[in-house]
């Protein structure tokens, strides 16, 4: 069985972004393994992509999002992010971040992959998540950078 991996738009822009070209190299290397996951991201990410000013660029994110599962927003990932928010897992500001994560854990992936390591690839804020989640009967989620999967 294979995992089930849910992206955040962080991953997809470190493909292209050639400033950090470890993390560029790290993230090609991944894109070599996508038959090995079921890769799904949300109508977050492919929104968030679709802003990119350069039209190479942005064209280049919607190559990258062929064969991904896009999940639609719902009613009850909007009202998770909402509920990590009033706990203080997540602040006001970082909103989308929030609706990542409960894009991922309501549609049942097994990890969330990501770059942005200030706010979701970090050790108190993972344990935070798990615990409202397992508050509130819904599955943990293991949240790492790329490297790690």
């Not at 393994?33 to 977050?44: P, V, Y």
């Not at 509130?136 to 790492?144: F, K, N, R, S, T």
Request: charge should be negative; include cysteine.
């Amino acid at each position: 069985m294979k995992l089930r991996v849910y992206f955040d738009t962080s991953v997809f822009c470190a493909y292209y972004d050639e400033r950090v070209t470890d993390r560029q190299m790290e993230t090609e290397e991944l894109w070599k393994r996508l038959q090995d996951f079921d890769a799904a991201t949300s109508e977050l990410a492919r929104e968030e992509l679709e802003q990119t000013a350069d039209p190479d660029r942005r064209a280049g994110f919607q190559m990258l999002l062929k064969g991904f599962d896009i999940h639609p927003l719902t009613r009850e990932m909007k009202e998770l992010a909402a509920d990590y928010i009033s706990a203080g897992v997540f602040t006001p500001a970082i909103f989308n971040d929030a609706l990542h994560v409960a894009a991922a854990v309501m549609t049942r992936q097994d990890i969330l992959l990501s770059w942005n390591f200030k706010h979701l690839v970090n050790r108190r804020r993972r344990a935070e998540i798990n615990d409202l989640n397992a508050a509130m009967g819904l599955p943990a989620i293991e949240i790492m950078a790329p490297p790690e999967i």
